[in-house]
Every structure is written in structure tokens, then in C-alpha cells.
Nanobody, 124 residues
Framework: QVQLVESGGGLVQAGGSLRLSCAAS????????MGWFRQAPGKEREFVAA????????RSADSAKGRFTISRDSAKNTMYLQMNSLKPEDTAVYYC?????????????????WGPGTQVTVSS
């Protein structure tokens, strides 16, 4: 069992940066594939980025490439999403997720555990 809590969301102007954190409980954090998803009002939850168990392999949505960086620190049981050059269309609730060891899935159903989410609002 893994419990996840996101932090670091907030209000930022377009072009600004935010770093989201996802703190995980449980001694097996380092074995899980982790991911970030987001859901904007009236839209489906969508994949943002994922990272494998040791942080060596990552995968990002086209919308995140070149602007967002996913990373993890297993010693701190924490995953991060560094978001730069933010745009108003990045406004959403951002969720972290964990799945049992496997590939870097991009579908919601591939993940087993979810955090409650953190709001990111980008003003124009």
C-alpha cells in the first residue's frame, strides 16, 4: 500500500515556474513506477509524465516536452515535477500516481494509487 500527497501548486503568471512534489509513504516507494497526471475543468484526466523505479527512464506527453521535468529522490520518498514556461492551458489539478513495477504507462487505469491532487493556475 502506498499513500501519496502532492504539494507545490498555486497561482503563477504565464511564463513562470512551479515545482510540484509528491510525498509517498511506504518502504517500497523505490520499486514503483510513478507518474503525473492532470485534469482541467470539463476535461478528462490526462497523462503528463512518468518515471521508472530508479529514475533513469522517463516519458512525457508532447505538451510537457521541453518544459516539464520529472524526477524522483528515493531517499526522500518523493517525486517532483519541475514546470517551466507555464501557459494558461496548463491550468489543472495535478495528480501523482504510482503503479506496481511495470512500464511507463500513460493510461489512468494502469496506476494503482493516487494522491488527492494539487491545483495549478496559470494566469495570462
Amino acid at each position: 500500500q502506498v499513500q501519496l500527497v502532492e504539494s507545490g501548486g498555486g497561482l503563477v503568471q504565464a511564463g513562470g515556474s512551479l515545482r510540484l512534489s509528491c510525498a509517498a509513504s511506504g518502504r517500497t516507494f523505490s520499486s514503483y513506477t510513478m507518474g503525473w497526471f492532470r485534469q482541467a475543468p470539463g476535461k478528462e484526466r490526462e497523462f503528463v509524465a512518468a518515471i521508472n523505479w530508479n529514475g533513469v527512464i522517463t516519458r512525457s506527453a508532447d505538451s510537457a516536452k521541453g518544459r516539464f521535468t520529472i524526477s524522483r529522490d528515493s531517499a526522500k520518498n518523493t517525486m517532483y515535477l519541475q514546470m517551466n514556461s507555464l501557459k494558461p492551458e496548463d491550468t489543472a489539478v495535478y495528480y501523482c500516481a504510482a503503479r506496481h513495477p511495470g512500464g511507463l504507462g500513460i493510461a489512468n487505469l494502469q496506476y494503482d494509487y493516487w494522491g488527492p491532487g494539487t491545483q495549478v493556475t496559470v494566469s495570462s
